[in-house]
């Protein structure tokens, strides 16, 4: 079964700090990673993404770490913000299809 | 730029009622169109996903179903709803080339009483 698992499944961390969330995957099929922003009673927003060839990408405080070797990959938030506070959904799409699969979910709280 | 719409934001409906959500995409043609559910302080659950008109891949056996009448609108249906239907509804879309990002819409909160 494609699985793609998410951890943790909360954060708390304190203004300025480093968040770090953390997927596995244990199909080799996939082909794109993206992550996902989702605020209460909003639908997710893509935040960044990151395609198997790479094995980093940095876009402002976040950056996506890709270690194919151990089918891991992880987003870091520098400086994490109040504002940051969401849920944040890892994903992987299926290799030759159209099919997205998500992780879990982590809920990350930023103390001001 | 493309925008993506659903209706309505809320619905309350009693069990054994029936459902109709839509979803419209606009400023593209021909996407691939996805419904997901997603349960309180849960994942996102895919339920469906079409690749062009009249064409539908269910993931979840359920009593819900799917259709795709028109190139950028995609329904969800259900003929009489169950207290477990209760969740958060999400329309997505995606360019078919090349393969990437998934778009989401503003979602329907569904609470079936």
């Known amino acids: 079964q494609q699985q793609v698992k998410q951890s943790p499944q909360s954060l708390i961390v304190q203004k300025g700090g480093i968040s770090i969330i953390n997927c596995a995957y244990e199909?080799?099929?996939?082909?794109?990673f993206p992550w996902y922003q989702q605020f209460p009673g909003k639908g997710p927003a893509l935040l960044i993404a990151?395609?198997?060839?790479?094995s980093e990408k940095k876009e402002g405080r976040f950056t996506i770490s890709f270690n194919k070797s151990a089918k891991q990959f992880s987003l870091h938030i520098m400086d994490s913000q109040p504002g940051d506070s969401a849920t944040y959904f890892c994903a992987a799409l299926v290799l030759g299809t159209y099919k997205y699969i998500f992780g879990t979910g982590t809920r990350l709280k930023v103390l001001a | 730029s493309q925008t993506i719409h659903q209706w309505p934001a809320t619905l309350v409906q009693p069990v054994g009622s029936p459902l109709s959500l839509e979803c419209t995409v606009e400023g593209t043609s021909n996407p691939n169109l996805y419904w997901y559910r997603q349960a309180a302080g849960r994942g996102l659950q895919l339920l469906f996903y079409?690749?062009?008109?009249?064409?539908i891949s269910s993931e979840v056996p359920q009593n819900l179903s799917a259709s795709r009448p028109q190139d950028r609108q995609f329904i969800l249906s259900s003929k009489k709803l169950l207290l477990s239907d209760s969740g958060f509804y999400l329309c997505?879309?995606?360019?078919?080339?090349?393969?990437?990002?998934?778009?989401f819409g503003p979602g329907t909160r569904l609470l079936v009483l």
């Open positions: 199909n080799t099929a996939f082909d794109y």
């Open positions: 997505a879309w995606s360019w078919k080339y090349p393969q990437g990002t998934q778009y």
């Open positions: 079409s690749v062009g008109i009249g064409q």
């Open positions: 990151i395609r198997p060839d790479v």
